[in-house]
């Protein structure tokens, strides 16, 4: 499992960016992904997750009605699509994916594979 994040930026508040997450080593379908960020000083926070065949999504407060995670299995991408950003979203966002679940979590505890992370900066 080799999970390649991509898209995060500079972008002003109110603006949107795609965050992308690629596996370049095992096909994506089968597996839960989520989406976690992390700024400094503070813990990883569950962002959004998706269960293996995209027909189940979750999302904590703070991404609910802004952000929506999505696949495409055939492109073996997961996606995070962010919109009206704020400031305090400016973070490094991290895609994750399991070993064997196919449901969706929300502790970082119950993924295995993680990327390196993409920034995400949003000024105000």
């Known amino acids: 499992v080799q999970l390649q994040a991509s898209g995060g930026g500079l972008v002003l508040a109110g603006g949107s960016l795609r965050l992308s997450c690629a596996d370049s080593g095992r096909t994506l379908s089968g597996y839960a992904m989520g989406w976690f960020r992390q700024s400094p000083g503070k813990e990883r926070e569950f962002v959004a997750a998706?269960?293996?065949?995209?027909?189940?999504?979750y999302y904590p407060d703070l991404a609910k009605g802004r952000f929506t995670i999505s696949r495409d299995n055939a492109k073996n991408t997961v996606y995070l699509q962010m919109n009206n950003l704020k400031p305090e979203d400016t973070a490094v966002y991290y895609c994750?994916?399991?070993?064997?679940?196919?449901?969706?979590?929300?502790?970082?505890?119950?993924?295995?594979?993680w990327g390196q992370g993409t920034l995400v900066t949003v000024s105000s």
């Open positions: 998706i269960n293996w065949s995209g027909s189940s999504t």
């Open positions: 994750a994916t399991t070993s064997s679940g196919r449901m969706w979590y929300t502790r970082p505890s119950r993924y295995d594979y």
